[in-house]
């Protein structure tokens, strides 16, 4: 083996050394009893932040290239912003190398409003590390045949760092606090992610800035094109014209168009917005915008409401969609909410538990943790922050893996029973983790009535989408037993509860027919929900006749005339023909 080979390899060994040796301050933390210390959160900051910084050691160098040393003493100066950068950067989502670069363009560009702002600049450097991910409006610019404006493409992370900054007086107007001061970088990453040229924001300012409480309701100022609902998009009155904040407002559009107006005017006065999308329970798609109602602010708290309008409470847009800036996965309006609470009610608390399970696996190994110290460890980071996802995910997958045994089961058991109170405004999260923590339960009428409870919590938070599922997955467990008189009771209950809740009610009278079957007064049972069903459930939305009354009618009838049951199908002729349908073809 050569000599530079030999060279090479010690110096590989020595890097993966340093690497490695660089989590010893995380692991000297829990020792000291100090990592779930809230007292103790920026000694976490610094030793999470020392990690990234020995381990990315050359992706920093090679980001930074020429102003390594500069950049690096600068930063050495700006200790809080060095590490709040440093834990900012997911290295499982961002591209880290390029998170750098954006910032040292920031710095390289204007390192004291980089200072002044710090949370701006991690909020533009985490999200235009990846410019694909950014909030994309020209779909609805090819569906409106319109013109996309110029220099969209070019608009890049410098563009939107200068305007944020050469606008923040204005923008703030009468607040009593800068936003770009005082809103946590999580927050403004939904206030810089999108290429709205800074013509058009200046135009939102002059005319909205006025308006920015409950900022909005600006989506029913758009006009809506009902050609274009009624062609299909073929024509509308944004043909040929600008796509353009100015030309949407005078033009008008759909929902879509509605909901990207008053979403890119938010974000273009630091209001962190978004655009989202939902499906409806008649099964019909939607778009509305959501934005953070910013009530007061400072420095280490934000008291805020996440509002939403274009929904249609009656229509029951329970969750809707959209993109996390920050990693472009697509989420959950509702995780939008809760991240953001947890991030505005207790910041530090929030961050803390993200780092600390950061380094779970590393702290589990190099202390050969066993089961029970594992979810004690879970249970210490969900004392510091009772949102923490990673936590709840990892002890799902313990439970879902047959990890959890014995003791251990108590222990995992107890944590679903916190899921009920934990997440009572956030019940999407409960939702995702609660059949892989109750899986450990053995006790099956215990598990059943777990479930019997969950359904009652979801009705009561007025989402019959997840009290739909969870009935669900309750008639399973119940017609596991062979119990299918008593599964379809509560399917029944839960469908009669429910009577225009279009996405689940199908679903439940499949499962209703399943079980239906098993038993002698199953298809009087069946028939008899179908009537109540029928009878109960609004066959329109507006003027037009529902897509989901259209299916549930057509398949009561075929029910009906398949058991030759005259009277029934009758009534059901009866009542298709009083919501003004001559024909059941969709």
Not at 141 to 162: A, I, V
Not at 256 to 267: H, I, S
């Given at each position: 083996m050569s000599r530079l080979a030999t060279c090479a390899i010690v110096l590989a060994l020595s890097l993966t050394a340093a690497a490695d040796e660089a989590v010893q301050p995380i692991l000297d933390l829990h020792k000291a009893n100090k990592l779930f210390d809230k007292t103790e959160y920026k000694s976490v900051r610094a030793a999470a932040a020392k990690v990234f910084e020995t381990r990315s050691a050359t992706a920093i160098k090679d980001a930074f290239g020429p102003d390594h040393e500069s950049l690096s003493a600068w930063l050495d100066k700006q200790k809080d912003l060095k590490e709040e950068l440093y834990t900012a950067i997911d290295p499982q989502r961002d591209d880290v190398a390029q998170v750098l670069s954006v910032f040292r363009d920031l710095w390289r560009?204007?390192?004291?409003?980089?200072?002044?702002?710090?949370?701006?600049?991690?909020?533009?450097?985490?999200?235009?590390?990846?410019?694909?991910?950014?909030?994309?409006?020209?779909?609805?610019?090819?569906?409106?045949?319109?013109?996309?404006?110029?220099?969209?493409?070019?608009?890049?992370?410098?563009?939107?760092?200068?305007y944020h900054v050469s606008h923040a007086k204005a923008i703030q107007g009468k607040e009593p606090f800068s936003r770009l001061e005082v809103l946590p970088w999580e927050f403004q990453v939904y206030m810089v992610d999108h290429r709205t040229?800074?013509?058009?924001?200046?135009?939102?300012?002059?005319?909205?800035?006025?308006?920015?409480?409950?900022?909005?309701?600006?989506?029913?100022?758009?006009?809506?094109?009902?050609?274009?609902?009624?062609?299909?998009?073929?024509?509308?009155?944004?043909?040929?014209?600008?796509?353009?904040?100015?030309?949407?407002?005078?033009?008008?559009?759909?929902?879509?168009?509605?909901?990207?107006?008053?979403?890119?005017?938010?974000?273009?006065?630091?209001?962190?917005?978004?655009?989202?999308?939902?499906?409806?329970?008649?099964?019909?798609?939607?778009?509305?915008?959501?934005?953070?109602?910013?009530?007061?602010?400072?420095?280490s708290s934000v008291n805020f409401k996440l509002e939403s309008w274009g929904r249609y409470r009656g229509d029951n847009y329970y969750t809707g969609t959209l993109r996390d800036p920050q990693t472009g996965v697509e989420i959950l309006d509702r995780d939008m909410e809760r991240r953001l609470s947890a991030a505005a009610i207790d910041r530090n608390g929030r961050r803390q538990a993200e780092l600390a399970m950061d380094f779970f696996p590393e702290v589990a190994d190099a202390n050969k943790f066993d089961t029970k110290k594992k979810i004690q460890y879970l249970r210490d980071v969900l004392k510091t922050s009772a949102f923490n996802e990673a936590a709840w995910l990892e002890l799902a997958r313990m439970a879902h893996d047959g990890e959890a045994t014995g003791e251990n089961k108590t222990a995992v058991?107890?944590?679903?029973?916190?899921?009920?109170?934990?997440?009572?405004?956030?019940?999407?999260?409960?939702?995702?983790?609660?059949?892989?923590?109750?899986?450990?339960?053995?006790?099956?009428?215990?598990?059943?009535?777990?479930?019997?409870?969950?359904?009652?919590?979801?009705?009561t938070g007025k989402r019959p989408d997840l009290a739909s599922?969870?009935?669900?997955?309750?008639?399973?467990?119940?017609a596991e037993e062979k119990k299918y008189s008593l599964a379809a009771t509560g399917l029944s209950q839960t469908i009669k509860k429910f009577p225009d809740e279009g996405r689940y009610v199908p679903k439940m009278m499949d499962k209703l027919k399943e079980n239906c079957k098993q038993f002698s007064a199953g298809k009087e049972y069946l028939g008899k929900t179908y009537l109540e069903l029928l009878k109960t459930m609004n066959p329109k939305r507006g003027n037009e006749v529902t897509k989901y009354f259209l299916k549930m009618s057509a398949d009561a009838l075929a029910f009906f005339k398949e058991e030759k049951k005259s009277k029934e199908a009758a009534e059901i002729e009866r009542i298709i023909r009083a919501a003004g349908v001559s024909s059941l073809t969709p």
């Open positions: 560009d204007n390192p004291d409003a980089v200072a002044k702002y710090p949370n701006l600049a991690i909020a533009v450097s985490v999200v235009w590390d990846q410019p694909q991910n950014v909030y994309d409006y020209r779909p609805h610019q090819r569906r409106t045949k319109s013109d996309l404006p110029e220099g969209y493409l070019k608009y890049g992370h410098l563009d939107e760092f200068r040229p800074v013509e058009e924001r200046e135009w939102a300012i002059k005319n909205y800035l006025g308006k920015r409480t409950m900022l909005g309701k600006i989506y029913h100022e758009i006009e809506y094109d009902q050609e274009m609902l009624r062609t299909q998009s073929e024509v509308c009155k944004l043909n040929g014209h600008n796509y353009t904040l100015q030309d949407i407002k005078t033009y008008g559009g759909v929902c879509a168009m509605q909901a990207d107006f008053a979403a890119r005017v938010g974000k273009s006065l630091d209001v962190p917005a978004a655009y989202v999308g939902g499906q409806s329970q008649d099964l019909g798609l939607h778009a509305w915008v959501m934005w953070v109602e910013v009530k007061s602010a400072s420095k058991l107890e944590q679903a029973g916190r899921l009920l109170t934990v997440f009572a405004q956030y019940p999407d999260f409960s939702w995702k983790v609660v059949g892989d923590l109750e899986s450990v339960q053995t006790d099956k009428l215990t598990r059943n009535q777990f479930y019997e409870k969950l359904i009652i919590v979801y009705e599922e969870a009935r669900l997955k309750w008639a399973d467990f119940v």
